[in-house]
């Protein structure tokens, strides 16, 4: 579970990590969600799984906080 800030996220640089699948719901906010090519903005109540090996990265556009729940399968963390 996270809480990021509006402007906040993973950063500029996309990641990817051992884990088969991510999912991702948005509890509370919105949250812009990049894997590979494609951009995706989530709001309250959406989400998203996509395969945790393609480069990805987030960012709440504001302005309000973002809860996020993460879920990897398996775990990776």
């Given at each position: 579970l996270s809480v990021i800030e509006p402007g906040g996220g993973s950063g500029e640089e996309s990641y990817a990590h051992d884990s088969d699948e991510e999912r991702v719901v948005v509890l509370r906010g919105r949250l812009e969600v990049?894997?590979?090519p494609d951009r995706y903005v989530l709001e309250e109540g959406d989400s998203i799984v996509f395969e945790s090996r393609i480069p990805h990265r987030n960012r709440n556009p504001g302005p309000d906080q973002a809860e996020v729940?993460?879920?990897?399968?398996?775990?990776?963390?």
């Open positions: 990049w894997g590979g729940l993460w879920i990897t399968t398996p775990p990776s963390y």
